[in-house]
């Protein structure tokens, strides 16, 4: 069973206790316990096909789970249906009205909850205020661009003050520019609003910006849960390394505690090893972490490369170092345009470089091959 560390006395918002999904023989949840805490920004991280969308939908009652229970503010809502759960969710597609106005599709709940025409025009007014389209209220959907559509929906799925706000990989079918400016408009809003929420996305630069919290999910599982920091830093298996930012990962052989081998090279590490002597691991190492400048041959984990390819990403290089006279590049590592120029870095170029031992993860097994 999978739960995160709570490091909050508050009680959970959204507890979810030992949560199985199936479909035919397909397991797509497999004994899923969280928590999410009021007022948190929590994504749902993972590869197509990892349960992530699964998980949401049986949050919101759309599809109910196998077994396994689900409380929202203390209330066991496991078996209700979605039109009895407090939440509002924002879709991938809009999902809105093509013939209603823009100020009817953020009302349509209202109206349905038979509230006043006089309070309805008011809170769609405000709710449109919030998501910056203030004059768009007598327009149709299809005279908005995708974004500002894509703001409509939440407009709408604020409208009746919900406990909780689900947002199905909501800025997926947007351009990079709109995704990036969406982003910090929901993460801004979420800041005013304090509304617990939770995002299901592939897009780890979504997860990373944009939550207090990632829950990563592979195979029906959760894999980790933990700030942005923690699970790009502190990864703790070598699917969430390679999942969460760019890792290197390396096959090594267990010496002794506190030593790996890869190839040639004998690697210092300040992790507990867990295999014994001669086990197969896994070596995880951002190429961030890679150090080029000021490098003592002496220390630790200094070795000797060949600049084999580089990459011009705008603010830095990506590099691709040989190791031991091969050709083929073994080891990525991230340089900035300042360090690229000032140390002349240009392919061919030989050069020594040094991993701090403290930047090198350690995960049983080999690496599994893409």
Not at 70 to 84: E, R, V
Not at 299 to 314: H, I, K, P, Q
């Amino acid at each position: 069973m999978h739960e995160q560390d709570a490091s909050t006395d508050q009680s959970p918002y959204l507890r979810i206790e030992r949560l199985r999904k199936q479909f035919g023989n397909f397991w797509a949840l497999k004994d899923i316990s969280l928590q999410v805490y009021p007022g948190e920004f929590v994504c749902f991280l993972g590869p197509s096909g990892c349960g992530k969308t699964t998980l949401l939908r049986a949050i919101a009652g759309l599809d109910i789970q196998t077994s396994g229970r689900i409380y929202q503010a203390d209330k066991d809502i496991s078996n209700l249906p979605a039109s009895q759960r407090d939440f509002g969710i924002v879709f991938q597609s809009y999902a809105l009205f093509p013939n209603l106005t823009v100020a009817d599709n953020v009302g349509y709940g209202l109206v349905s909850r038979r509230m006043p025409k006089v309070e309805i025009a008011t809170r769609v007014a405000d709710l449109l205020r919030l998501v910056g389209l203030p004059d768009s209220g007598p327009k149709y959907p299809a005279q908005l661009s995708g974004g500002m559509q894509q703001r409509v929906a939440l407009a709408r799925a604020l409208a009746l003050s919900p406990g909780l706000l689900l947002l199905d990989e909501p800025l997926s079918a947007l351009d990079a520019r709109v995704r990036a400016y969406l982003r910090l408009e929901i993460r801004h809003l979420h800041k005013r609003l304090g509304v617990t929420t939770i995002m299901v996305t592939h897009d780890q630069e979504e997860a990373l910006t944009m939550a207090d919290r990632i829950v990563v999910m592979n195979q029906g599982v959760i894999e980790q849960v933990g700030t942005p920091l923690e699970v790009y830093r502190e990864p703790t298996s070598a699917f969430v390394a390679d999942f969460v930012g760019k890792t290197n990962l390396l096959p090594g052989i267990v010496v002794k505690p506190g030593l790996v081998r890869h190839g040639a090279m004998d690697l210092s590490c300040d992790v507990d090893i867990k295999p014994g002597p001669g086990s197969d691991v896994t070596l995880a190492i951002r190429p961030e972490d890679v150090v080029v400048r000021n490098v003592d041959a002496s220390a630790d984990n200094t070795f000797a490369v060949r600049v084999a390819e580089m990459e011009f990403l705008g603010s830095f290089c990506r590099v691709g170092l040989s190791l031991n006279g091969d050709d083929k590049p073994a080891l990525l590592a991230d340089f900035s345009i300042n360090t690229v120029r000032d140390l002349s870095i240009a392919e061919g170029m030989q050069m020594l470089v040094g991993v701090p031992s403290e930047r090198i993860r350690v995960f049983p097994g080999a690496p599994k091959l893409p």
